[in-house]
């Protein structure tokens, strides 16, 4: 099974930044299609972003494209989802995991999250 470790979460001011960063365990996370979640209190977990092994057929959930970019270093096992102009609604807990093309998730584990909480 892969593991999981995101970070980079914190509390900042809407319109502010912030970059999240995923370590997958495993040497085929080059083969891996990875995506973005998040979860808001009360609310299911929803895809926010996803990317292929080549970097390309990025997905983007409606209300974050133009805002947040999502990519990848083999190198480092890790994945990365930059987040610009940010606003209360984007508070949630982010996790990362394997999906498949359609963005259903391959992996049973997640990892803890990271939480990212917008003041307005």
């Known amino acids: 099974q892969v593991q999981l470790v995101e970070s980079g979460g914190g509390l900042v001011q809407a319109g502010e930044s912030l970059r999240l960063s995923c370590v997958v365990s495993?040497?085929?996370?080059?083969?891996?299609?990875m995506g973005w979640f998040r979860q808001a209190p009360g609310k299911e977990r929803d895809l926010v972003a996803t990317?292929?092994?080549?970097?390309?057929?990025?997905y983007y959930l409606d209300s974050v494209k133009g805002r947040f970019t999502i990519s990848r270093d083999h190198a480092k096992n890790t994945v990365y989802l930059q987040m610009n102009s940010l606003k209360p609604e984007d508070t949630a807990v982010y996790y990362c995991?394997?999906?498949?093309?359609?963005?259903?998730?391959?992996?049973?584990?997640w990892g803890q999250g990271t939480q990212v909480t917008v003041s307005s």
């Open positions: 495993g040497r085929t996370f080059s083969f891996y299609t």
């Open positions: 990317i292929k092994p080549s970097g390309s057929n990025i």
């Open positions: 995991n394997r999906v498949d093309s359609a963005g259903r998730v391959l992996n049973e584990y």
